[in-house]
C-alpha cells in the first residue's frame, strides 16, 4: 500500500510565515487608519462649516428685523425664529465685548472645532439685547425702542419714545411717562436720569417701583432749567428704566429747550 508523503514545516518556515502575516496586518491597519483620519478630518470640517453657516444666518436674521423695526418707529416688533448651534460661548447685542462702547453689531464668541472664534452681523442702528446661549430652536421678539432696537423679550413697554421741555430760565415744568408691565410676574424697576448743562435739573418719581402682571404706573418728570442767563440753548438727556432681576435697560431721551 503506498503512503501520502508527509510534508513537515521546519520551525524557521513557520516564523516567517507569522512574520509576513503580522506586517500584512500592520499595513492594512495603517491603511484602515488613513482613511478614518481622513474621514474624520472630512466630516468634522463639513461639521465646522454648517455650524458656521448656521450662525451666520440666525445674526444676519436678527440684525435684519432689528433694521426693519427700527424704520417703522417706536414700538414695532417683529417675531424672529432662528437656530443656534452647539459651542456658544460669549454674546454682545450692540455693545464691544472688549470695551463695553455701543456699536451697531451682534457679536457671538463660540467653539469652532477645537478653537474659539467668532461671528457677527451689522445692524445699521443702535441695539440693545440678550441672545439666548443654549443650542437649538429659538423665537425671540425685536422691537423698536427709543434710538434703536431690542432683541430679546422686554418685560415692560413705555407710551412715549421720547419726552421734551421747553422751559425760560428759573422755569419748571412736569410731564407723564406710563410704564406697562408686558408680562405675568411681579416685577421690580429702578430709574436713573441724566440731563446736560450744569444749572438744568432733571427728577423722576417713583425712583423705583414694582409692577404686578401686566399693571402700569406713571412716572412724573420734572425738568428745571437753570437760572442764569448763559443757560439759554438745547440741553439733552436720558431717563433709564432698569429691570431689577435682569438687568435690562430701556433709556428714554429727554430734550430741554431753555430760551
Known amino acids: 500500500m503506498m503512503t501520502e ?6 520551525a524557521h518556515l513557520r516564523a516567517q510565515s507569522g512574520t509576513e502575516f503580522l506586517m500584512l496586518a500592520a499595513v ?17 470640517s463639513v461639521g465646522t462649516i454648517m455650524k458656521s453657516s448656521i450662525l451666520r444666518q440666525s445674526l444676519d436674521e436678527l440684525a435684519q428685523a432689528a433694521g426693519e423695526v427700527h424704520s417703522q418707529g417706536i414700538g414695532a416688533r417683529k417675531l424672529v425664529e432662528f ?29 469652532d472645532g477645537i478653537s474659539l472664534t467668532h461671528a457677527y452681523a451689522s445692524t445699521g442702528c443702535n441695539v440693545d439685547g440678550l441672545l439666548p446661549m443654549s443650542m437649538g430652536a429659538h423665537r425671540v ?26 422751559l425760560s430760565p428759573v ?24 440731563i446736560s448743562g450744569e444749572d ?12 404686578d402682571a401686566q399693571q402700569s404706573i406713571n412716572l412724573t ?3 428745571e432749567a437753570g437760572d442764569e442767563e448763559d443757560s439759554v440753548g438745547i440741553y439733552f438727556g436720558n431717563i433709564t428704566i432698569k ?17
Do not use: H
Request: net charge neutral; proline share 5%.
Open 5 to 10: 508523503p508527509k510534508i513537515r514545516y521546519s
Open 28 to 44: 492594512s491597519l495603517a491603511t484602515l487608519l488613513a482613511v478614518y483620519i481622513v474621514a474624520f478630518s472630512q466630516i468634522n
Open 83 to 111: 437656530q443656534l448651534p452647539a459651542g456658544l460661548n460669549y454674546s454682545s447685542v450692540g455693545r464691544n465685548p472688549s470695551t463695553g462702547a455701543m456699536i451697531k453689531t451682534i457679536y457671538v464668541n463660540y467653539l
Open 141 to 166: 421678539w425685536v422691537t423698536a425702542i427709543p434710538g434703536g432696537a431690542y432683541i430679546g423679550n422686554l418685560s415692560y413697554d413705555v407710551d412715549s419714545p421720547s419726552v421734551s421741555f421747553i
Open 171 to 194: 422755569q419748571s415744568k412736569s410731564s407723564i411717562l406710563k410704564v406697562t408691565s408686558l408680562v405675568n410676574v411681579a416685577t421690580t424697576y429702578s430709574i436713573t436720569e441724566t
Open 200 to 211: 438744568n435739573e432733571l427728577d423722576v418719581t417713583p425712583s423705583s417701583f414694582s409692577l
Open 221 to 223: 418728570i420734572l425738568a
Open 243 to 259: 429691570e431689577s432681576s435682569s438687568g435690562i435697560n430701556m433709556s428714554v431721551p429727554v430734550t430741554i429747550e431753555v430760551g
